[in-house]
């Protein structure tokens, strides 16, 4: 219904983009834009709006997911078009209404200059950050991090573990990213790697080389393993433009996702929780969303410490952040997740920070230690502006 809802403001702004420009040809040349230039403007803008939508509605196969990247590009450049493109017919309507308010037939020279010199720069500006946002898209690095827990009855007194999340594995993300992502995880020598959600990216069929992708996973080397949870992108269903569809029938896995990790030597935990060398638990959440396979309804936060021992530290792995003060209020002892992207673009990092307990770093809930990362992959636009790839290296001192 959103993506319905939508459909006609993302036709009006690819318009208006394209009117704007053409505008701006008027005013640089002192004239009128010949018919065969606009023509070709306004065919082109049709064609690049076009891609999206036109590759939802094409069965599953290279062209539709090659037609999807670029559709997720021109997402971005449409999202930071938008604001130079309304701030030139703003002053375009108020040049007007200011000739016609004072009755001049004079051409005012300084305001067209003014104009032209304004467009200019939104579009030199547009086009670096767009630029400047897509090669920074997958330009993966580590953060690193230090959390204490009550050791309690615990044999070791460190733990050095690695959370990724938002890997996103589809039309964005493939096998270039997978390879630095698991060199980066190698790189921090960890004990244990935990994957917190959105593997994959809402289709099995998306992946550039499956056979690929799990024996790269299967590179990653750690002490105790690798344990994940599922997001609300590890299901099979329809996407356009971040909205989903078929919202009456029950989301879940693709079975080729869950023989995909259980290949790549990742443990799938649905609900569950798994004792680590009689030192500490894992315990994996479904999505809060989406629950998957298997799972109607998720335990809450107190019953999943139901059957838990006392005397262990409890690391869980929550996709979305949105129950920190629950776990808290539990007994969890560490809380890692994923979901945000840290907003993925500017000003949606800010955005986010106003409304979220934790959108993204560190933070504390009474005894309980907050982790939630920006992520590996991407959702939507191919870009990231004010934000980071990530995967974070978690030093867990056991106190």
């Known amino acids: 219904?959103?993506?319905?809802?939508?459909?006609?403001?993302?036709?009006?702004?690819?318009?208006?983009?394209?009117?704007?420009?053409?505008?701006?040809?008027?005013?640089?040349?002192?004239?009128?834009?010949?018919?065969?230039?606009?023509?070709?403007?306004?065919?082109?803008?049709?064609?690049?709006?076009?891609?999206?939508?036109?590759?939802?509605?094409?069965?599953?196969?290279?062209?539709?997911?090659?037609?999807?990247?670029?559709?997720?590009?021109?997402?971005?450049?449409?999202?930071?078009?938008?604001?130079p493109a309304l701030?030139?017919?703003?002053?375009?309507?108020?040049?007007?209404?200011?000739?016609?308010?004072?009755?001049?037939?004079?051409?005012l020279e300084r305001p067209r200059h003014v104009a032209i010199i304004a467009a200019t720069a939104g579009i030199i500006f547009v086009s670096i950050i767009c630029i400047y946002g897509m090669l920074?898209?997958?330009?993966?690095?580590?953060?690193?991090?230090?959390?204490?827990?009550?050791?309690?009855?615990?044999?070791?007194?460190e733990l050095n573990a690695v959370m990724v999340a938002d890997m996103h594995m589809g039309v964005n993300i493939g096998v270039p990213e997978m390879e630095r992502m698991v060199e980066l995880i190698n790189e921090c020598e960890p004990d244990i790697v935990f994957f917190c959600g959105d593997i994959f990216d809402n289709s099995y069929d998306a992946l550039d080389n499956p056979e690929a992708l799990i024996?790269?996973?299967?590179?990653i080397k750690s002490k105790y393993g690798v344990y994940a949870c599922y997001g609300n992108h590890d299901v099979e269903e329809p996407v356009l433009a971040g909205f989903t569809f078929n919202h009456s029938e029950k989301k879940e896995s693709d079975p080729r996702m869950d023989e995909f990790l259980e290949r790549a030597g990742i443990r799938l935990l649905r609900d569950e929780a798994e004792l680590i060398d009689d030192c500490f638990y894992v315990y994996g959440r479904p999505d809060y969303a989406r629950p998957g396979r298997g799972v109607d309804v998720r335990k809450t936060a107190e019953e999943l410490m139901m059957d838990i021992k006392e005397e262990y530290p409890v690391i869980v792995l929550d996709h979305e952040p949105n129950e920190l003060k629950e776990l808290a209020a539990a007994?969890?002892?560490?809380?890692?997740?994923?979901?945000?992207?840290?907003?993925?673009?500017?000003?949606?990092?800010?955005?986010l920070s106003l409304i979220c307990d934790n959108s993204y770093?560190?933070?504390?809930?009474?005894?309980?230690?907050?982790?939630?990362?920006?992520g590996v992959g991407l959702f939507g636009p191919f870009m990231r502006v004010g934000t980071i790839s990530e995967i974070c290296r978690i030093k867990v001192v056991f106190s």
Request: proline residues 2%; hydrophobic residues 50%.
């Open 87 to 107: 701030l030139y017919l703003i002053f375009c309507l108020v040049w007007r209404i200011t000739k016609k308010r004072t009755g001049s037939t004079e051409k």
């Open 136 to 157: 920074h898209a997958t330009d993966t690095r580590i953060t690193e991090y230090t959390v204490e827990a009550e050791g309690k009855n615990s044999k070791i007194k």
């Open 215 to 219: 024996d790269i996973y299967k590179g």
């Open 1 to 83: 219904m959103l993506a319905i809802f939508f459909s006609p403001l993302y036709i009006f702004l690819t318009w208006l983009i394209a009117f704007m420009i053409i505008r701006w040809l008027k005013a640089c040349v002192k004239g009128t834009v010949k018919t065969w230039i606009k023509i070709l403007i306004y065919i082109f803008f049709t064609i690049v709006a076009a891609a999206m939508p036109v590759a939802f509605l094409l069965p599953d196969s290279n062209i539709k997911f090659r037609m999807q990247h670029f559709g997720s590009m021109w997402l971005g450049i449409l999202m930071y078009s938008l604001f």
């Open 331 to 351: 007994g969890v002892d560490i809380a890692l997740c994923g979901h945000t992207h840290d907003g993925q673009i500017f000003p949606g990092n800010v955005i």
């Open 361 to 374: 770093g560190y933070k504390r809930f009474g005894n309980m230690e907050s982790i939630v990362t920006s």
